[in-house]
């Protein structure tokens, strides 16, 4: 399995103090998926009676891993591909470490405008699904 590569070394440990990254995951002929990944995410877990008695709330909010490290993007033709062909004709590589959830958002709309993934041969199918390829006149 191909690790994350972060300015060419592979990341294995989360950075502290950021949020997430943006990516781009290359196969061998060069076409490209752009994305957005959360190093983890907030779970919310209903408590029992009982236990809202003891904790004086209804909820309990936990940080858990997002199992970043395994993460192959959520483009289904992707994934199918990946799922017959296998990953080692893939690279993974990080672009760019956000602190917070907005920001990442924000870098990953622009890293897909910027790239044009809507008029290019990528894995890329939509925009913040709301802009969608073949949809998107030139």
Not at 17 to 32: A, H, L, M, P, R
Not at 56 to 67: W, Y
Not at 89 to 109: A, P, Q
Request: aromatic share 16%; net charge positive.
């Amino acid at each position: 399995m191909s690790c994350w590569l972060y300015k060419g070394k592979c990341l294995e440990v989360p950075p502290r103090g950021y949020y997430g990254f943006t990516y781009v995951i290359t196969d061998n002929t060069g076409k490209k998926y752009y994305g957005k990944k959360a190093f983890s995410h907030r779970r919310k877990t209903k408590l029992s009676r009982k236990a809202q008695k003891v904790y004086g709330k209804r909820i309990k909010i936990e940080q858990v891993d997002s199992k970043w490290l395994n993460y192959w993007g959520s483009s289904k033709p992707l994934l199918e591909y990946i799922k017959s062909k296998g990953t080692k004709d893939f690279k993974r590589e990080i672009i760019k470490l956000c602190k917070d959830k907005s920001s990442l958002t924000y870098w990953e709309t622009s890293l897909l405008f910027e790239k044009k993934v809507m008029f290019e041969d990528s894995w890329n199918g939509h925009i913040l699904s709301r802009f969608f390829k073949g949809k998107v006149k030139q």
